[in-house]
């Protein structure tokens, strides 16, 4: 399965496929650091926000990359389980190099700050911290919706963008305060919210973004799993 990883990935990579989605991040991380400086929760927060669309832009490119049938093949070699978990595994990488240029990003634009003087913000290497567990999470959401985005399971082109675009928008729109199903997509918006606070989270709260998290990406994967099953 290793094997099978590194040659997605130098397949991508050498197809110059990751340069649309990389020079996309570049741009918004632009924007986002550009205005000014911010409290770091805060900016990493929405910065994994915005990246959100990225990833899962990222993890499509990733799975649709391959042939269908090369992909047949693997499957055939190396298993169903090994041969979709090689594609993700792939796509996890690629998009942990992203949300590490995301997290230097605001570096050259001084576009974080530590708290004002009696403003009660969250400390600089706490918000720091919780930046890297916001776009650990805003990443997670994003493969299993770019998974369900793949060809293998939408079959054709349009489908697959409107599954893309659509997941996309939901996990913002519904995210917001107030909405009437925030459990329908991942938390993404919740996490930039809690991190914009002027008090940093709970640990309770964690546990609880942690947990939805989870939920929500295992039940996406089970239904690329179910869709991949019938249709190998």
Do not use: N
Not at 60 to 83: C, M, N, Y
């Amino acid at each position: 399965m290793t094997a099978l990883t590194r040659m997605r990935l130098a397949g991508f990579l050498r197809s110059g496929r990751a340069l649309a989605p990389l020079i996309t991040a570049l741009v918004v991380l632009s924007v986002l650091y550009g205005g000014g400086s911010s409290p770091a929760a805060s900016a990493y927060g929405y910065s994994a926000v915005m990246l959100f669309p990225v990833l899962a832009w990222l993890t499509k490119l990733v799975l649709d990359t391959e042939p269908d049938v090369q992909r047949h093949l693997a499957r055939l070699t190396v298993g169903p389980v090994r041969e979709s978990t090689a594609g993700l595994l792939a796509a996890l990488a690629l998009g942990a190099v992203v949300c590490v240029l995301a997290m230097l990003a605001p570096v050259p634009f001084g576009g974080i700050r530590g708290p004002l003087p009696g403003s009660g913000e969250t400390a600089l290497g706490t918000g720091i911290l919780l930046g890297v567990l916001a776009h650990m999470l805003a990443l997670l959401g994003a493969v299993s919706l770019g998974a369900l985005a793949g060809r293998a399971v939408t079959r054709r082109v349009l489908p697959g963008v409107a599954v893309l675009v659509t997941g996309s928008v939901l996990a913002i729109v519904l995210g917001l305060r107030g909405s009437f199903a925030p459990w329908l997509v991942p938390p993404v918006m919740a996490t930039a919210r809690e991190l914009s606070a002027r008090t940093p989270p709970t640990a309770g709260t964690l546990l609880l973004l942690g947990g939805w998290t989870v939920l929500w990406c295992g039940a996406a994967l089970g239904v690329y799993a179910g869709f991949r099953r019938r249709r190998s």
